[in-house]
């Protein structure tokens, strides 16, 4: 049967070769679309938006509440914008505007016409409850937004005050009645006068020329002291220079004076001074100071073996307080290379002589800080040596070991013996031999200088110190060191019986 090239092909629904039930025809596959998330969803019914009032101002995002702050009340929450109301939509519906709900991709319909919509087979959907996929699942978590509170019903009563947060307490004052652990440390006084200059105590050009020292004792001495000594039975412990160490090293319970002076110059008062202090240094652990006061160019920052010296009596005078403390107050002194600190009179320089006042203030002011002061004083008949004499708690005289020197010094004894009360106690009489031979018996000397009441102790000659300079214990002769640990422990001694 022949077919016309415009007649239509009419599928034949029968069995196919061999006879059978045929085949069902090929379902064609269901056009699968994407959400379009700018459009709301095709399958679902929606009511159209109502249109929304503009907002005056857009409400500020609440900000967190304490723990600690109370919740604010329903009164305190402004009510959203009312809607206008629609036709088209409830009036329930206005209270807030609905947005766009989000599109799942298990709600997309493929667009089809009245027509197809009959003979397409509708794909189910999975419970749009129980399986939710949002466009804003991708966003970082946040805080949940507050559920917006409806506005209350009205009220005769009058609304109660919104609860507010409590103010936070005042700090607790601080307690000024309780004493520091640590005393704190005073700031530096202003000094009325421009900061003086580190002199050197010996000329660079002087201190070149300087040869070697020599020893206080001789070749042939020393050499027949260490025979004797090896042939001599060995001395006990407990000898003569353990009883001397612990007399020097006595406590004392408040800061002790020591002046040094003499009848004249040139007799080795500031030697003597020099040997005392440094023997105190030496065996004591408490702070011993050097202080002189002879300011017509006194050379014990020599003999102590300063190499500078800055700072002098006069100008610390000006500046002590009873507030400063003793690491203030040694920033002021000259620290010495073997222990023990300095205050010298001046800078190596003539100028104003020593004033009573002056001399009172330093040591007053230093006494509380070292247990003992040695200070080298001017001559006899001085001010300020009369004035140190009468108000030291020990003496020691200097004097030359000649018939003169002697006679003076048994004067200046008869004069001490005359004061208010009595200070022979508390003298001690040094007699120094300026050269090896002496015309005077020693004996003798000793014997009528005692007859007053003072000790006496002979320091005898030495060619370190005759040679001057710094003062180097190691040259010192055997009898020198021995004399100088005797006349500072008996002045020592008197100085703490003393008031």
Known sequence: MGHGPGAAVT?????????????????????????????????????????????????????????????????????????????????????AAPEPEPVSPFDARPETGPADAASAPVQPTPDTATITFSTQALAPPTDAEPTPVPSPAPSSAPPAPAAQAAPPAPPAPVSTSAVPAVRPRTAAPAIPFPAPESVPTVDPRLAQAVGRPVHGDSVARRTGQSIRRLAAPKAPPGGAEAQRARELRVPVTSGRIVAVTSI?????????????????????????????????????????????????????AQILTPEMHLLDITGYLVPLPDGGWLLPASQGR????????????VTL???????????????????????????????????????????????????LSALPHSALSSTVVALTSGTPDQNLDLATAMGHLRETGVGVVHLPYDRHLAAGGPIREELLSSATRRAAAQLAAEALDRAVRAR
Not at 37 to 43: A, E, I, K, M, V
Not at 277 to 287: G, I, K, M, S
Not at 410 to 415: I, S, T
Request: net charge neutral.
């Open 365 to 415: 002011g230093l006494r509380r800080h070292f247990a003992v002061t040695v200070a080298d004083c001017e001559t006899l008949p001085g001010e300020v040596a009369r004035t140190a004499m009468d108000t030291a708690h020990a003496r020691i005289v200097v004097a030359p070991m000649t018939v003169e020197g002697v006679g003076g010094t048994r004067v200046v004894l008869d004069w």
């Open 264 to 316: 004249r110059g040139g007799v080795g008062k500031t030697t003597a001074a020099a040997l005392v202090a440094r023997t105190l240094q030496r065996e004591r652990q408490d702070p011993v100071l050097a202080l002189e006061a002879d300011a017509a160019l006194g050379t014990l920052a020599v003999r102590l073996g300063a190499p500078t010296v800055r700072w002098s009596v006069s100008e610390l």
């Open 11 to 95: 599928p034949v629904e029968g069995p196919a070769s061999g006879g059978g039930p045929a085949p069902a025809p090929a379902k064609a596959p269901l056009p699968v679309r994407h959400p379009d998330p700018t459009r709301p969803n095709p399958g679902r019914r929606r009511p159209a938006p109502a249109p929304r009032a503009k907002p005056a101002e857009a409400p500020a995002a609440p900000a967190p509440v304490p723990p600690t702050t109370a919740a604010p009340s329903a009164e305190s929450v402004p009510p959203p914008a009312p809607a206008p109301e629609s036709a088209d939509e409830p009036a329930a519906a206005s209270d």
């Open 350 to 361: 003539v100028g104003p002589p020593l004033d009573i006042p002056t001399y009172r203030t």
